[in-house]
T-cell receptor, first 113, second 114 residues
């Protein structure tokens, strides 16, 4: 039969609005999480990270929230700009896995003018 | 630093041919990763080196795939013989040694096997 590609969730926001991208992780032993941004034709680019002993971390226009109880991670982008349009991936480092990151399937963010 | 450098950026080859992808990690980084990205499977880790030694190659799909890291500044991923289903974007990434450090990615090599 015909192969079907991954269906990336898509989030469409208006320029200037805030964006929230969510990610569920599977391994309760994961102790380090990263958000990456990937623009078309480029490699993933580091945005922000958080360790499991924290529940919130802020960067420039971005905030990552970690809820270990429900194994949920979110990325908040304030005042979303057209340049924020990309695919966003969460990645987890499973404890005992060295520096090996496991990536989620990604979310496509589209910023509408 | 110029970041992680991969070559070539694009490669088109015929089925059955050998393909070699190259990577220069960021100077001083001790860990190196090869990932493959496809629409079907997303980003998959193929193999991971630490201090030039392969640590985990459980993601390497078949014996047709092999990776080497002869020194701290160079790694190769080889596919022999290549097949159309190997068509993908292959990324190399590097990170500092230690626990919980982010990986920096190269621009990738887009491989097309016809």
């Amino acid at each position: 039969g015909e192969s079907v590609g991954l269906h990336l969730p898509t989030l469409s926001v208006q320029e200037g609005d805030n964006s929230i991208i969510n990610c569920a992780y599977s391994n309760s032993a994961s102790d380090y999480f990263i958000w990456y941004k990937q623009e078309s034709g480029k490699g993933p680019q580091f945005i922000i990270d958080i360790r499991s002993n924290m529940d919130k971390r802020q960067g420039q226009r971005v905030t990552v929230l970690l809820n270990k109880t429900v194994k949920h991670l979110s990325l908040q982008i304030a005042a979303t700009q057209p340049g924020d349009s990309a695919v966003y991936f969460c990645a987890e480092n499973r404890a005992g896995g060295g520096n090996k990151l496991t990536f989620g399937t990604g979310t496509q963010l589209k910023v509408e003018l | 630093d110029a970041g992680v450098i991969q070559s070539p950026r694009h490669e088109v080859t015929e089925m059955g041919q050998e393909v070699t992808l190259r990577c220069k990690p960021i100077s001083g980084h001790n860990s190196l990763f090869w990932y493959r990205q496809t629409m079907m499977r997303g980003l998959e880790l193929l193999i991971y080196f630490n201090n030039n030694v392969p640590i985990d190659d459980s993601g390497m799909p078949e014996d047709r795939f092999s990776a080497k890291m002869p020194n701290a500044s160079f790694s190769t991923l080889k596919i022999q013989p290549s097949e159309p289903r190997d068509s993908a974007v292959y990324f190399c990434a590097s990170s500092l040694d230690g626990v919980n450090t982010e990986a920096f990615f190269g621009q990738g090599t887009r491989l097309t096997v016809v």
